[in-house]
């Protein structure tokens, strides 16, 4: 029969004529391209679906067949456009669906595999609920299994009525089979779902089981071809020595993963031939498994790499010699792979349980209690923060865990370059981590077995699991782990404790090399520890305390120099900078403060190339300043020790940042530091701490001509809060009465706070030019600019 490529007929077997007059009703709705006719194909009576499809499928001329279930309903309008389309694209494109399988588990049932794909509306838990799978980046995805509620064909392949009587795995059969002539089965790549299936609570009766038997005999072969075509290649890799009775056991629980596309690879490094003779019943009878027998001993290191090298699959699973797989391990963990399209996981690890030298379970330890209740999706920072602060291996040994091969970038066992003797199974988590996110599944999936010939307590191991722990903890953070200060604290205290315990119980080792090594290492990790503790004091205290900036300006006064300086280091204030910046025209200043820079790591001292002058040099010295806050201290002046925390205390506690500038009141002394009675610009303003209105004080200031603020030494001020330069007003840069020039901006913005203690002692000596008759004039100017345009600043609004 010539087929009419220009036809598309719908099958159907009914023995519901409402079901079926409801599905039909969906078809004859749909869009129907121009030049195409569709027809309906009824079979009632049939006593299978295979008899009733392959009458129906002689009947017509149609090269599209859409067989379909009574109880089915195409609800995508373009559904013909779109199965056109797609044949018309894709000759080898046989046979499509709307939900399915790539692989087909050995039980024959399609929807227990863990790679399905496809939506649709279905009712088979009694409830019409959206039934959605993985959805495929494709125009169909290719499968081995379509469900029969609806199968689209291109060409014909009988049905094969001489095995399925019934109504049960012909949809798998005919998949089978057109498979087996070489087309494709796909599952459609759907925005919507196409079809609604009202089928009810579906019935695994009528046969279903004999059928299913009946599947998996006839098929069971190519289906088991076919699903390592479908899935990646996994090495199971078997590193052994010397224990041929546990290593069958291991050997056996590899061969028996229900994964179906796995290689075991065995690198025997015994120094006898009883594991030799042992395998070779099993190569004779698996051909996915490979020996190979070392010709000299390589040790544990280099027989774990040498396996890897020799690996063909993309993923890698290792398992030691005396351990066990649980039959679904292979195939639980890669559903996570399969399904990571983004390939963010690096690697996938489980609940392991122990067992003794005859197989049976031990009682959990803190290793082998779950991590979590569920299988879990971690950042693999946070998994190996865990494992690096408590030295907890909590991922596994190689047994446990499985990851991709091409994601790993140093060789199996080594760590930034680093070898590990002991740690090999850590070495490699790190590097993994590093890189991305880690599954713990929470079921157990591999068996840990403790026996009498493990060498986990031996001299070597102990020296070589202290090496390898305290690598890991010091260098962690280039693969950035233990970024938080307090997670490298902690991982670094815990190493400490280890290598403490471990040097102990080994000291009468004192001539082993090793162990001198891992003194020098313990020695290490203790200066580590308070290198970071000091840290983190000094970030706790950077926290707690905002940094002050005293900007020390000098000029030819190194007797007077020192002592201002030494008021400044005194400070009981706890995060200050102190920055000097020499203006002088000889080296004194310069000599004398060598002694002072090599003690404080918080002093800077800087000699000017030229002199600046005293304008000039208090801007430089501003924008150097890194502090939040800002105090000059002229260099003949002093501070009172708790000058900057009892000013301090008030910026800390005004939530609002309305405070612009803190004063207080200041003491005269003179050259000897004796203290001089007060005049009228020192008079204590008020018998306590007051604060004042910004505006209302420099009223007063301006009103009475005298500069009741204070010199530069006595304010502390927020740095942000100055907008021009300091000693500069209204764009104005004052030659005498700089000190008000910054403070009247400051005042025009907030609140002052005058504390009535003495905090600052100001020096009157004969050097001083304060007095002169060119620093007098030049101050009735700038008090004179300061009134003319103090409305500029609102200061005078009465």
Same mark, same amino acid.
């Given at each position: 029969?010539?087929?009419?490529?220009?036809?598309?007929?719908?099958?159907?077997c009914?023995?519901?004529?409402?079901?079926?007059?409801?599905? %039909?009703?969906?078809v004859?709705?749909?869009?129907v391209?121009?030049g195409?006719?569709?027809e309906i194909?009824?079979?009632?009576?049939a006593?299978?679906?295979?008899?009733g499809?392959?009458?129906?499928m002689?009947?017509?001329?149609?090269?599209y067949?859409v067989?379909?279930?009574q109880?089915?309903?195409?609800?995508?309008?373009?559904?013909?456009y779109d199965?056109?389309a797609?044949?018309?694209?894709y000759?080898?494109l046989?046979?499509?669906g709307?939900?399915?399988?790539?692989?087909i588990?050995?039980?024959?049932?399609?929807?227990?595999?863990?790679q399905r794909?496809?939506?649709?509306?279905?009712?088979?838990t009694g409830?019409m609920?959206l039934?959605?799978?993985?959805e495929?980046?494709?125009e169909?995805?290719p499968v081995?299994?379509i469900?029969? !509620?609806?199968?689209?064909t291109q060409?014909?392949?009988?049905?094969r009525?001489? @095995? /399925?009587?019934?109504?049960?795995?012909?949809?798998?059969?005919?998949c089978?089979?057109?498979l087996?002539?070489?087309?494709?089965?796909g599952?459609?790549?759907?925005?919507e779902?196409w079809c609604?299936?009202?089928?009810?609570?579906a019935s =695994?009766?009528?046969g279903?089981?004999?059928d299913?038997k009946k599947?998996v005999?006839?098929?069971?072969?190519?289906?088991?071809?076919l699903n390592k075509t /479908?899935?990646?290649?996994?090495?199971?890799?078997?590193?052994?020595y010397?224990?041929?009775?546990?290593f069958?056991?291991a050997?056996?629980?590899?061969?028996?993963?229900?994964y179906?596309?796995?290689?075991?690879?065995v690198c025997?490094?015994s120094?006898?031939?009883?594991?030799?003779?042992? %395998?070779?019943?099993?190569t004779a009878?698996?051909?996915?498994?490979t020996?190979?027998?070392?010709?000299t001993?390589?040790?544990?290191?280099?027989?774990?790499?040498?396996l890897?090298?020799?690996?063909?699959?993309?993923?890698?699973?290792?398992?030691?010699?005396?351990?066990?797989?649980?039959p679904?391990?292979?195939?639980?963990?890669?559903?996570?792979?399969?399904?990571?399209v983004?390939?963010?996981i690096?690697?996938?690890?489980?609940?392991?349980?122990?067992?003794?030298q005859?197989?049976?379970q031990?009682?959990d330890?803190?290793?082998?209690?779950?991590l979590?209740?569920e299988?879990?999706?971690?950042?693999?920072?946070?998994?190996?923060n865990l494992v690096?602060?408590y030295?907890?291996n909590c991922?596994g040994?190689?047994?446990?865990?499985?990851f991709?091969?091409s994601?790993?970038?140093?060789?199996?066992?080594t760590?930034?370059?680093?070898k590990?003797?002991?740690n090999?199974?850590?070495?490699t988590?790190?590097? @993994?981590?590093a890189e991305?996110k880690?599954?713990?599944?929470?079921?157990?999936?591999?068996?840990f077995?403790?026996h009498n010939?493990?060498?986990?307590?031996s001299?070597?191991?102990?020296?070589?699991?202290?090496?390898?722990?305290?690598?890991e903890?010091l260098?962690?953070r280039?693969?950035g782990f233990?970024?938080?200060?307090e997670?490298?604290?902690?991982a670094?205290n815990s190493?400490?404790?280890?290598?403490?315990?471990?040097i102990?119980?080994?000291?009468?080792?004192?001539?082993n090399?090793?162990?001198?090594?891992?003194?020098?290492?313990?020695?290490?990790?203790?200066?580590?520890?308070?290198?970071?503790?000091?840290?983190?004091?000094?970030?706790?205290i950077?926290?707690k305390?905002?940094?002050?900036?005293?900007l020390?300006?000098?000029y030819n006064?190194?007797?007077?120099?020192e002592l201002?300086?030494?008021s400044?280091?005194?400070q009981?204030?706890?995060?200050?900078?102190?920055i000097v910046c020499?203006?002088?025209?000889?080296?004194?200043?310069?000599? !004398?403060?060598?002694?002072y820079?090599?003690?404080?790591?918080?002093?800077?001292?800087?000699?000017n190339?030229?002199?600046?002058?005293?304008?000039?040099?208090?801007?430089k010295?501003?924008n150097? =300043?890194r502090?939040?806050?800002?105090?000059?201290?002229?260099?003949?002046d002093?501070f009172?020790?708790?000058k900057?925390?009892?000013m301090?205390n008030?910026?800390?506690?005004?939530?609002?940042?309305?405070?612009?500038l803190?004063?207080?009141?200041?003491?005269l002394?003179?050259?000897?530091g004796n203290?001089l009675?007060?005049i %009228?610009?020192?008079?204590?303003?008020?018998?306590?701490d007051?604060?004042?209105?910004?505006?209302?004080?420099?009223?007063?200031?301006?009103?009475? @001509?005298?500069?009741?603020?204070?010199?530069?030494?006595t304010?502390?001020?927020?740095?942000?809060d100055?907008?021009?330069p300091?000693?500069?007003?209204?764009?104005?840069k004052y030659?005498?009465?700089?000190?008000l020039?910054?403070w009247f901006?400051? @005042?025009?913005k907030?609140k002052?706070v005058?504390?009535?203690?003495t905090l600052?002692? /100001?020096?009157?000596h004969?050097?001083?030019?304060?007095?002169s008759?060119?620093?007098?004039?030049n101050?009735?100017i700038?008090?004179a600019?300061s009134?003319?345009e103090?409305?500029?600043?609102?200061?005078?609004?009465?």
């Open positions: 029969m010539t087929m009419n490529d220009k036809k598309i007929a719908f099958i159907y009914v023995n519901n004529r409402e079901l079926y007059e409801e599905s %039909v009703r969906y004859r709705s749909l869009y391209p121009e195409y006719k569709i194909i009824t079979i009632e009576g006593k299978s679906i295979t008899s499809y392959n009458e129906a002689k009947k017509t001329d149609a090269k067949k067989y379909l279930h109880d089915a309903f195409i609800v995508n309008k373009n559904f013909l199965i056109i797609l044949f018309e694209k000759p080898k046989g046979m499509i709307v939900v399915g399988a790539k692989t588990p050995k039980s024959g049932v399609w929807w227990e595999s863990t794909f496809g939506k649709v509306y279905d009712s088979h409830e609920k039934l959605s799978f993985k495929t980046e494709l169909y995805e081995q299994a469900d029969g !509620l609806i199968m689209i060409y014909d392949i009988p049905w009525e001489d @095995l /399925f009587t019934g109504w049960h795995f012909y949809d798998l059969s005919q089978q089979e057109f087996l002539a070489d087309y494709d089965v599952v459609v790549r759907q925005n779902p609604v299936h009202d089928c009810g609570i =695994a009766e009528n279903f089981d004999n299913r599947f005999d006839v098929y069971g072969e190519n289906v088991q071809r /479908f899935l990646p290649l996994v090495s199971i890799l078997i590193p052994t010397n224990r041929p009775h546990y069958e056991l050997l056996q629980s590899a061969l028996n993963q229900t179906e596309n796995i290689e075991v690879i025997d490094d120094t006898n031939d009883e594991t030799e003779k042992l %395998v070779k019943k099993y009878k698996y051909n996915n498994l020996y190979i027998k070392n010709p001993r390589l040790g544990q290191f280099e027989n774990d790499i040498k890897f090298n020799l690996a063909n699959g993309e993923y890698i699973n290792y398992l030691m010699d005396d351990d066990l797989f649980h679904q391990k292979i195939e639980k963990m890669m559903s996570y792979f399969i399904d990571d983004n390939k963010e690096k690697l996938v690890t489980s609940n392991r349980k122990m067992i003794d005859n197989g049976e031990l009682p330890n803190i290793l082998t209690q779950p979590f209740e299988d879990k999706v971690i950042s693999g920072t946070d998994l190996g690096l602060k030295n907890f991922i040994e190689p047994t446990t865990v499985l991709r091969k994601d790993l970038k140093e060789p199996f066992g760590f930034l370059g680093r590990y003797g002991c090999v199974d850590i070495a988590w790190l590097t @993994l981590l991305g880690a599954v713990y599944v929470s079921q157990p999936l591999s068996y077995r403790i010939s493990q060498q986990l307590q001299t070597k191991m102990l020296l070589d699991g202290a090496l390898d722990y305290a690598h903890v260098y962690a280039k693969k233990l970024e938080k200060k997670d490298y604290l902690i670094l190493c400490e404790k280890y290598l403490a315990n471990v102990e119980q080994l000291k009468q080792e004192k001539d090399d090793k162990f001198e090594e891992l003194l020098d290492v313990y020695k290490k990790i203790n200066f580590e520890i308070k290198t970071v503790e000091k840290q983190s004091k000094d970030l706790m950077n926290e305390y905002p940094l002050v900036s005293i020390i300006p000098s006064k190194p007797y007077y120099f201002a300086l030494q400044a280091l005194n009981t204030y706890k995060n200050i900078e102190i020499d203006d002088s025209t000889n080296d004194e200043i310069e000599r !004398l403060i060598s002694k820079t090599c003690k404080y790591d918080n002093l800077t001292y800087i000699k190339p030229v002199r600046l002058g005293q304008f000039e040099n208090d801007v010295l501003f150097l =300043a502090g939040e806050y800002i105090n000059y201290l002229m260099d003949d002093l009172h020790p708790q900057i925390e009892k301090m008030y910026y800390l506690h005004d939530k609002n940042n309305e405070i612009k803190v004063t207080s009141h200041r003491q002394i003179d050259r000897n203290f009675k007060d %009228v610009s020192t008079r204590r303003l008020f018998e306590s007051t604060i004042i209105d910004g505006k209302m004080m420099a009223d007063y200031v301006l009103m009475s @001509l005298i500069n009741y603020i204070g010199e530069p030494t304010v502390l001020f927020r740095k942000s100055l907008d021009e300091f000693g500069t007003f209204l764009g104005r030659l005498c009465n700089v000190d020039a910054s901006n400051l @005042l025009a907030g002052v005058y504390i009535s203690e600052s002692y /100001f020096r009157i004969d050097d001083q030019q304060s007095q008759i060119e620093m007098q004039l101050g009735i700038d008090f600019h009134i003319i103090a409305r500029k600043k609102r200061f005078f609004t009465k």
